[in-house]
C-alpha cells in the first residue's frame, strides 16, 4: 500500500492554493459602472472597472463637421467641438466616432441608441423635438436654394422653380421646408429625395450638372463655392434655423446639462467664436471671378514653380501650398511684378527685407521664393509659442503684408478691450480699429490703414484651402529631390 506523509498532503494544498489564486488573478472581474462627471453621473455603462468612459458621437463626413485633410489630419468644426467636450471632462473620458456616409443614417443610429451625441450640422426643428433632446445651438444658418450658373438663370422666388426639379438629401429639415413653401399661395414644386447621400456630394453633383437644384445651408454653400465656381446661390428659404447637438429622448438630462454648460462656456471665452472663423472666416472673401482666375492660374502658371515652393517647404518646413497662396496674393505668379513702392518679384521682397535674406536678384524665382518662405518663418517665430499654429500662422500673413508691428498693436488693443490677443479671431476685429485716432494715438506704431491685411490674410486662407482640395500635400521622403537643386538652403 502506498503511504502519504503528512507533509506531501500540506505541501499539495499549498500548490493548489496558489493555483487558485493566480487564476482568480487572470480572470477579469467584470462590473458595472457608472461614468462620473464634475456635475453628477451619466447612465452610461463600462464592463471593466481599467477601461475609459467613453463618448460615442456619430457623425458624416463632410467639410463641416468631420474629415481627414490633406496633410491626413482629423479636421472639421464638429470634429474640434466633440474633442473639446471629452477633453473638459477629463482624463478618465475617451472619445469615439462613428461616421455616416448619410445623413439620414445619423439619426437613425443616435435613435436607435448606438450612440451618446449626434453632431453633423443638425438643424433644430419642431418635427425632431418630437423624439430626441437638442442641446445648447452654437451655429445659425440659413437655407439656400443652390444652382448651376452655367445651365440656369438665378432663382429669384418660389415662382422661378415651377416646373423645376430640386433633389435634396433624405432625412435633412430641407424635405421639411419645401412641404412648408408648397403650401404658400400658387407654389406647385416637385423634389426627389435621394437616400445614402448629403448635402455636399448633391453640391457635387450639382457643379457637374448631373442635377438641377439643390438646398443647402449657407455656411456649407459658401465653403464649397470656393471648389466649384459654377454653383450659384439663390434665395433663401424659410427663416434662420439654429445648429445643435442631438440626443436620444432617453439621455440623461445630467449629460445635457453638462453639454449646455460646454457650450455656455465657450460661446462666453471666445473659443467658439474661434473655432468658427477657423472653418469658416474666410468663405466670404472671394468671388467666383477671383476663383476662377486662380483655377485657371493654378493650371498654367503654378506648375512653372511647384518644384521651388516645395523646395522652400523643406527648407522652413511651412507647407509650399500656403507659400503659393502667399505668391500668388502679393504678385499672380507674375515674377516680373513691380509695386509703385518698388516691392518686387514673386513674393514682392521689399529691398529690406531683401538685404535681410541676402537676395541679389528679386525677380529671380530661385531667390524670391526661397526668401520669402524664410522670411514668413521668421516673422511666425516672433509670435509667442503658446499662440495656437493656425492663429500664428494668420497673424504672420497679416504681418507680411503691413508689420510686426501694427500687428502687435492690435494684439495690445485685444487685451485692453478685454479680447484675446493670441486669436486670430479677435485680432481681424482691433487690426482695423487702428484708423481710428481714438485708438491709434496710444499705439507704439501709430496710425495704420489695417482693414487691408485682414482682406489680405482672408484672401491667402481662402487660397490655401482651394489648394488643400486640388493639390496633394508634400512630403520629402516619399518625393525626395535635391534641394540644392532648387537654390535652397534649410535654415
Known amino acids: 500500500m502506498l503511504k502519504i506523509k503528512a507533509s506531501h498532503i ?20 467584470k462590473i458595472k459602472q457608472i461614468i462620473e462627471s464634475p456635475n453628477g453621473t451619466f447612465n452610461t455603462k463600462i464592463e471593466h472597472a481599467d477601461a475609459k468612459k467613453t463618448i460615442t458621437f456619430v457623425t458624416t463626413n463632410s467639410s463641416n463637421t468631420y474629415y481627414i485633410d490633406s496633410n491626413q489630419k482629423h479636421a472639421g468644426l464638429e470634429y474640434d467641438l466633440a474633442n473639446l467636450f471629452v477633453k473638459e471632462l477629463g482624463n478618465d473620458y475617451k472619445i469615439k466616432f462613428i461616421v455616416e456616409n448619410a445623413f439620414s443614417d445619423v439619426l437613425s443610429t443616435l435613435l436607435n441608441n448606438k450612440a451618446t451625441i449626434a453632431a453633423a450640422d443638425i438643424t433644430v426643428t419642431e418635427s425632431r423635438k418630437k423624439n430626441m433632446i437638442f442641446t445648447e445651438p452654437y451655429l445659425d444658418v440659413q437655407q439656400q436654394i443652390a444652382y448651376n450658373r452655367e445651365t440656369k438663370l438665378p432663382p429669384r422666388n418660389v415662382a422661378a422653380l415651377k416646373n423645376e426639379r430640386i433633389t435634396v438629401p433624405a432625412g435633412t429639415s430641407f424635405v421639411e421646408r419645401l412641404q412648408e413653401l408648397n403650401n404658400t399661395k400658387d407654389a406647385n414644386l416637385t423634389w426627389d429625395v435621394q437616400e445614402n447621400t448629403s448635402s455636399e456630394r448633391l453640391l457635387e453633383a450639382l457643379a457637374n450638372q448631373e442635377i438641377d437644384f439643390t438646398i443647402a445651408d449657407n455656411h ?10 459654377n454653383i450659384g446661390m439663390g434665395f ?37 467664436a474661434n473655432l468658427i472663423d477657423r472653418y469658416h472666416g474666410n468663405t466670404k472673401r472671394l468671388n467666383p471671378f477671383d476663383v476662377k482666375t486662380f483655377l485657371s492660374k493654378s493650371q498654367t502658371l503654378l506648375p512653372k514653380y511647384v518644384r521651388l515652393f516645395k523646395g522652400a517647404q523643406d527648407a522652413t ?15 499672380h505668379w507674375n515674377t516680373f511684378n513691380t509695386s509703385p513702392t518698388n516691392v518686387r518679384g514673386l513674393m514682392m521682397l521689399t529691398e529690406d527685407t531683401s538685404d535681410m535674406m541676402k537676395v541679389s536678384d528679386r525677380l529671380d524665382p530661385k531667390q524670391s521664393i526661397p526668401a520669402g518662405a524664410k522670411f514668413f518663418l521668421w516673422i511666425k517665430d516672433h509670435f509667442p509659442e503658446r499662440i495656437q499654429d493656425q492663429d500664428r500662422t494668420y497673424m504672420a500673413l497679416a504681418s507680411y ?14 487685451q485692453r478691450l478685454k479680447l484675446d490677443p493670441d486669436r486670430w479671431a479677435d485680432i481681424k476685429k482691433t487690426l482695423p480699429m487702428l484708423t481710428d485716432p481714438r485708438y491709434y494715438v496710444n499705439a507704439k506704431h501709430g496710425y495704420c490703414g489695417c482693414a487691408q491685411p485682414v482682406i489680405y490674410t482672408e484672401s491667402i486662407r481662402s487660397y490655401y484651402k482651394i489648394l488643400e482640395k486640388h493639390e496633394p500635400a508634400y512630403d520629402s521622403e516619399s518625393e525626395p529631390f535635391k534641394i540644392a537643386s532648387a537654390g535652397l538652403a534649410p535654415i
Open 10 to 29: 500540506w505541501w499539495f494544498i499549498g500548490i493548489l492554493s496558489l493555483l487558485i489564486c493566480v487564476a482568480s488573478l487572470s480572470v477579469p472581474k
Open 220 to 229: 456649407l454653400l459658401s465653403v464649397v463655392q470656393y471648389y466649384y465656381p
Open 236 to 272: 433663401s428659404i424659410g427663416k434662420p434655423e439654429k445648429i445643435a447637438w442631438a440626443l436620444p429622448e432617453n439621455a440623461d438630462p445630467k449629460l445635457v446639462a453638462r453639454i449646455n454648460k460646454f457650450f455656455k462656456k465657450i460661446k462666453a471665452d471666445g473659443t467658439l
Open 317 to 331: 518646413d511651412v507647407d509650399w501650398r500656403l507659400l503659393a497662396a502667399i505668391s500668388y496674393q502679393e504678385s
Open 401 to 414: 503684408n503691413i508689420g510686426v508691428g501694427h500687428v502687435e498693436d492690435a494684439r495690445v488693443l485685444a
